[in-house]
């Protein structure tokens, strides 16, 4: 559909508007691999089964603190030699668990006891926000409003007002109607932890996160009189 032009009788004002705020997190990841390392195929396979199941019994103990918990690799291998040369004498094997809490009290108590395990390394967290939040709407909300703003002071600069809104978009769409959600950029605060003992709560401090959303809107003026 074809845009209207701008004529003497209809002028038009073309806008960028920018919503942005900072909110708490609403979720927190954190990655878990745990290991297992012997001489005896079998035996690295029956520990690394006993210990990957005791830390998704501990993780599991959190109830509905823990909103997802999803396995993302297993591997059981020979151990070669750093230089490649000679049979394998070890066998390693690892799994890699991936778990997102929705209460970071649980959380701070969580990760000393998952640590503090033999052959286990915790990584995180990282803070994030849910794909549907409602900040992201929140954001939009700032972004029309700010353009709607600044094309009301240029017309009022000009001694007139705004008629009607012709186009609203997302600044920085690939194509016409794309959408891009207002994002955040969350620093990770990585570690890993081994045998601290007494597995003590962790004061964690969740890092804001900030979102962003930009829209164009095209307005049409009535006439000034210049």
Request: charged content about 25%; aromatic content about 4%; proline content about 7%.
């Amino acid at each position: 559909m074809s845009q209207p032009h701008p004529t003497p009788q209809a002028p038009q004002v073309t806008v960028r508007g920018e919503g942005r705020l900072e909110v708490e997190p609403e979720l927190a990841r954190i990655a878990v691999a745990v290991t297992a390392r012997g001489a005896d195929r079998a035996g690295v396979l029956a520990d690394l089964t006993r210990r990957n199941a005791e830390v998704l019994d501990l993780i599991r103990a959190r109830g509905a603190a823990v909103s997802k918990l999803e396995t993302g690799g297993l591997s059981v291998a020979p151990e070669r030699p750093r230089r490649g040369k000679g049979e394998a004498r070890l066998h390693r094997g690892h799994v890699r668990i991936t778990v997102e809490l929705t209460d970071f009290t649980a959380l701070g108590e969580l990760v000393p006891e998952l640590a503090d395990r033999e052959e286990t390394e915790v990584n995180g967290p990282w803070w994030e926000l849910w794909p549907d939040s409602r900040a992201y709407a929140e954001a939009r909300r700032l972004a029309v409003t700010e353009a709607v703003r600044r094309a009301r002071a240029y017309a009022e600069a000009l001694g007139t007002s705004l008629g009607s809104l012709l186009e609203l978009s997302d600044a920085g769409a690939a194509e016409a109607g794309a959408y891009r959600r207002g994002g955040f950029s969350p620093v990770s605060a990585a570690y890993a932890v081994e045998g601290i003992g007494g597995a003590p709560s962790l004061d964690l401090a969740p890092q804001r996160q900030e979102v962003t959303a930009e829209v164009v809107a095209r307005f049409t003026m009535l006439p000034p009189a210049l």
